[in-house]
């Protein structure tokens, strides 16, 4: 009988049991408090997050994950790419692009970078000159056989030694050449510069002695001027045999007249005939190269003349060879040297540098009496 009623007990307390359970009521406000919960956790961490601004806020579940995350590496920074072509500011550059820096500073003088850069590069420009020109004084200190010093001096303390030897120079080789040749002088009696040319070849015949032979055109003697010798051209035939066709004209000709050279045509003056007369007394061969630059303001030994150095330092030209006739003297250098380094062609140019200078003596290479060896 106990046991009936336990087993219906337990059955009645199972029955009340679902009833309980299954409540819409009590399930339905358990769920909302669930949602209420969450809503509210939510809203708080919106709130926390605008607090300490947009940038701060983490996931919490993403922050975990980061801090719990080993060392993280830094970004790399950049590095430039190991082909990337570089540019050389060189004189080739600035020279290039100073003029567009230039254009673009004009064309915007409110931008300051474009006004700054041109004049840094401009400054640069000018520094670089600068330090060649230092360089090359440099240069000249240690080579003066490329000081043009030596064809003619600049200073005045210079000049005064200079002027003399000029002047005995060209006294010696205008002497050489009347010694040697004469002057034919066609005028014509009514040519005014006939006889304004008169008279400096009057001074010119006393003061070197030089033979002038006047010829005259018309038969009449030169008004103002007095000539020893005088012959009229009857007919024309000197002047037709030199292609005499205007006046004055002047002829060198050598005392026996095998060599007739034509010096002027038309008025000349002192200074300008006598060294046209010298010009075409050096292609007569009435003097030497050298007698000609003694005579001459300025040298014009030049590295473009065909010329070798002596044993004793003098330069010697080839048999014939004239000022300014290089067709035959042109520098030849290996490709090989030439590539190599620059010593090969310094050295050639060298060779044609050993001038006479009117700034310094040759040392007398002969060994002194009473010096022992």
Same mark, same amino acid.
Not at 139 to 146: E, G, H, R
């Given at each position: 009988m106990k046991k009936v009623g336990m087993v219906a007990l337990s059955v009645l307390l !199972? @029955? /009340?049991g679902m009833q309980v359970s299954a409540d819409p009521m009590a399930e339905r406000q358990a769920q909302l408090e669930k949602e209420r919960e969450a809503y509210m956790q939510g809203l708080e961490r919106q709130?926390?997050? !605008?607090?300490?601004g947009w940038h701060w806020y983490q996931d919490?579940?993403?922050q975990e994950v980061d801090e719990a995350a080993p060392d993280e590496e830094a970004p790399a920074q950049p590095t430039p790419a190991p082909n990337e072509e570089m540019v050389q500011i060189d004189? +080739?550059?600035? $020279?290039?692009?100073?003029? +567009?820096?230039?254009?673009?500073?004009?064309?915007?003088? %409110?931008?300051m970078q474009k006004v700054k850069l041109y004049w840094l590069a401009q400054k640069m420009a000018v520094d670089m000159a600068t330090k060649? &020109?230092?360089?090359? $004084?440099?240069?000249? @200190? !240690?080579?003066? &056989?490329?000081?043009?010093? /030596?064809? $003619?001096p600049e200073t005045q303390f210079q000049l005064t030694t200079h002027n003399e030897q000029v002047k !005995? %120079? +060209?006294a010696a080789?205008? &002497? +050489?050449?009347?010694?040697?040749a004469g002057l034919w002088f066609f005028y014509s009696s009514t040519c005014q510069y006939c006889i304004k040319e008169g008279p400096i070849l009057n001074f010119l015949e006393r003061l070197y002695n030089v033979n002038i032979l006047a010829v005259s055109m018309d038969g009449l003697p030169l008004p103002g001027s007095e000539f020893a010798d005088v012959v009229v051209d009857e007919g024309g035939v000197m002047a037709a045999k030199l292609s005499v066709e205007k006046t004055p004209s002047m002829f060198l000709v050598s005392n026996d007249g095998s060599k007739i050279h034509k010096v002027s045509e038309g008025l000349v003056p002192m200074d300008e005939l006598l060294e046209t007369i010298l010009y075409v007394a050096r292609g007569a061969g009435f003097i030497t190269e050298q007698e000609l630059q003694d005579s001459r303001d300025v040298r014009q030994f030049l590295m473009t003349d065909e010329a070798s150095i002596s044993p004793s330092g003098e330069l010697v030209r080839a048999e014939g060879s004239q000022p300014g006739e290089n067709a035959s003297s042109l520098i030849e250098v290996s490709k090989s040297d030439l590539e190599r380094s620059p010593d090969a062609l310094i050295a050639q140019f060298e060779t044609r540098l050993n001038y006479p200078s009117y700034t310094t003596q040759q040392v007398n290479s002969a060994q002194p009496q009473g010096v022992e060896q």
């Open positions: !199972a @029955i /009340s709130n926390n997050a !605008a607090t300490l919490p579940a993403e004189v +080739k550059w600035l $020279r290039e692009n100073l003029p +567009k820096m230039l254009d673009d500073a004009m064309n915007n003088p %409110g931008d060649f &020109q230092d360089e090359t $004084r440099r240069m000249y @200190i !240690a080579n003066p &056989q490329l000081n043009e010093d /030596s064809r $003619r !005995a %120079g +060209k080789a205008v &002497q +050489k050449v009347f010694d040697k």
